[in-house]
C-alpha cells in the first residue's frame, strides 16, 4: 500500500450495483471495470447514502449524513466554502480536479476543486457548460430530449441522435485522458499528488446509447422487474408521488405509469448499453494511467452515487430505498493490494469520504461521519460493519444483513424480510409478527439520528431561483403548446 501516490475517483450516475459481471450479471461487456475487479476489491454490500443525486453528492462532499448537511433531496446545496472534501485535499498540497457531473450550486462552483471540466445532467439543456459549448464549435445543439421521434413512447430509451464520439460520456473520457496526459507530461519534480473525480453521466436516464451499441443487449438474458405497481396500494405514499412528479416535470414529459414488460425490457436493453459506453472509456482512462506510468502509483475507486429502479415495484429512476435504487457497486483497485477478492462488509458511499483522507494521510475533520474503511483494504476477509443508513426528505432507513425498515414522517413505514423472494414485495410494517424487529430497528434508527446530530451543518438547504432553468421552461411550455416536439405522443 506504500506505493499509492494519487486517487482517482471513477463514478457513473445512476447504476444500480446488479449492472455488473462482478455482481452476477455475467452477459455484460464491461472488459475496463472487470479488470478493475480481478486486480482489486469487489464491496458486495455498498449503499447510497441518500438514493438521489444531490443529497448522495453533497453527503461525499462534506462527509456527513443528509439530515446533518439540510440537503435530503434535490434542489438544496451545501453553503459557500464549507469543509469539502476537495478543500482538504487542495490545502494538503494536492492537485484536485473535477471532470464530468457534479450537481454542485451554482452548477460552475469549485467547491474546493483547483480545475473543473463541467458536463452536467443530461437533462440540463439550460446550462452553457463545457460539453454545450464543445457541442456548438461543432455545429450541434444541446436539445431537450423530447426532440428525438419516439422518445415519449419508447419512456426515454432512444439512441443518441449525436455521433458517438460526441455523446456527453465520450467527451467526458475525452477530458479525463486530456488531463492524465498532462499530467504526465509534468517533470517529476512539479507533480503534486492528485485527487481527481471523473464523473460520467450514463448509465442516467435519457438511456441514450449510441447507435453502434443500441443493439448490443437486443437478445441478452435480461432479468425480469421484480414486483409491480400493485404493490403501492400497501406501500408509503412517498411511493406513489413518484410518477406523477416526473409526468408533470418539464425536463421529463413521460407518464411511467406505462411501464409494462415490454416497456421496460427496452428501458434496460438501452441502460445496459450505456454501461458498455463508460466502460469504453474507463478502459481509456486506464490504459492512459499505464502509458504514463501512474498506473502503479493511482489508487483506482469505481462507484456510483445511487441506482435505478428500471421498472422494479412498477416504478422508474430512484428515490426509494429498494435494493435497485439504493445498492452501488464499488470497486477499489490500490497498487500492491491483494487482487481478485471480495468484501460483504457494509459500507456505505459516505464512509469513502474519511477513507480517501486516511488514505492521503490527511487529518479527517471532527464533522465527518461515517467510517473509514482502509481496514478492509489489507484484510479484504473482515467485515467492519452489518448495517447501513440511508436518508431522503422524510424518510430513513437502516438495512442489516437480513431487514430493512423505513420509517416516515407521516407515520407510516416498510419492513422487509430480506430472506424473502421476490424481495421487498411483501411490507411486513404492519405485520404483527415482526413487531419486535420493528422495534428494535426503529431504536437503531433513532440512535443514528441522535448520535449524528451532535455535529455542525454546512448544509445550505433548499436554494433559489434559477433564471437559467425558468428561461428553459418557458421555452418547454411554449413549444408544447404549438406541438413542436416530434418525440411525443399526438
Not at 422487509?416 to 410494517?429: A, F, R
Request: net charge neutral.
Amino acid at each position: 500500500m506504500s506505493r499509492f501516490k494519487n486517487i482517482l475517483f471513477i463514478t457513473t450516475d445512476q447504476q444500480r450495483q446488479d449492472s455488473l459481471p462482478c455482481y452476477g450479471l455475467n452477459f455484460m461487456q464491461t472488459p475496463a471495470i472487470d479488470r478493475l475487479a480481478h486486480e482489486g476489491i469487489v464491496f458486495e454490500n455498498c449503499s447510497s447514502v441518500s438514493p438521489v443525486c444531490q443529497p448522495a453528492r453533497a453527503s461525499f462532499m462534506l462527509g456527513q449524513y443528509p439530515h446533518v448537511t439540510g440537503i435530503p433531496d434535490n434542489f438544496r446545496w451545501i453553503r459557500p466554502n464549507s469543509p469539502t472534501i476537495a478543500r482538504s485535499f487542495s490545502q494538503a498540497g494536492w492537485r484536485t480536479a473535477a471532470i464530468g457531473k457534479m450537481h454542485f450550486h451554482p452548477w460552475d462552483a469549485m467547491e474546493g476543486f483547483q480545475e473543473r471540466i463541467i458536463a452536467e445532467d443530461k437533462r440540463h439543456i439550460f446550462r452553457p457548460d463545457h460539453w454545450t459549448r464543445f457541442l456548438e464549435a461543432r455545429g450541434y445543439k444541446r436539445d431537450h430530449p423530447a426532440e428525438i421521434p419516439e422518445y415519449e413512447k419508447n419512456l426515454g430509451a432512444v439512441v443518441s441522435p449525436l455521433p458517438e464520439e460526441l455523446h456527453i460520456d465520450n467527451f467526458i473520457g475525452d477530458q479525463a485522458v486530456g488531463w492524465i496526459e498532462r499530467y504526465g507530461r509534468q517533470t517529476l519534480k512539479k507533480r503534486k499528488p492528485f485527487f481527481t473525480w471523473v464523473s460520467f453521466n450514463s448509465p442516467h436516464d435519457p438511456y441514450d446509447p449510441p447507435e453502434r451499441l443500441s443493439g448490443l443487449y437486443r437478445n441478452a438474458p435480461i432479468p425480469a422487474a421484480i414486483g409491480s405497481s400493485a404493490e403501492l396500494t400497501h406501500k408509503p405514499a412517498y411511493q406513489r408521488a413518484i410518477i406523477p412528479t416526473y409526468k408533470q416535470n418539464l425536463l421529463f414529459l413521460n407518464d411511467y405509469s406505462r411501464l409494462d414488460p415490454q416497456a421496460i425490457r427496452r428501458l434496460r436493453e438501452y441502460y445496459l448499453a450505456t454501461i458498455t459506453l463508460v466502460d469504453n472509456q474507463v478502459a481509456r482512462i486506464v490504459d492512459t494511467l499505464e502509458k504514463n506510468d501512474l498506473l502503479e502509483s493511482t489508487i483506482i475507486i469505481f462507484s456510483s452515487d445511487h441506482g435505478d429502479h428500471l421498472g422494479d415495484h412498477g416504478l422508474p429512476f430512484k428515490s426509494t430505498f429498494y435494493e435497485s435504487a439504493l445498492m452501488v457497486p464499488l470497486i477499489v483497485r490500490f497498487p500492491g493490494m491483494p487482487k481478485g477478492k471480495r468484501n460483504r462488509s457494509s459500507v456505505n458511499w459516505l464512509d469513502l469520504h474519511a477513507t480517501f483522507l486516511k488514505l492521503a494521510a490527511i487529518p479527517v475533520p471532527d464533522h465527518v461521519q461515517g467510517k473509514e474503511i482502509t481496514p478492509l483494504l489489507r484484510e479484504p476477509e473482515r467485515i467492519l460493519n452489518t448495517e447501513a443508513f440511508s436518508e431522503l426528505l422524510g424518510s430513513v432507513m437502516i438495512r442489516t444483513e437480513t431487514a430493512k425498515l423505513v420509517l416516515c414522517d407521516d407515520g407510516d413505514g416498510e419492513l422487509y424480510d430480506m430472506t424473502e423472494k421476490p424481495l421487498e414485495v411483501n411490507n411486513h410494517y404492519r405485520n404483527p409478527d415482526y413487531r419486535d424487529l420493528k422495534e428494535e430497528l426503529s431504536r437503531r434508527i433513532m440512535h443514528h439520528l441522535l448520535a449524528h446530530s451532535r455535529v455542525r451543518s454546512f448544509g445550505g438547504g433548499r436554494h433559489g431561483g434559477d433564471k437559467q432553468r425558468e428561461k428553459c421552461f418557458n421555452n418547454i411550455r411554449k413549444k408544447l403548446a404549438s406541438d413542436g416536439y416530434p418525440g411525443l405522443i399526438k
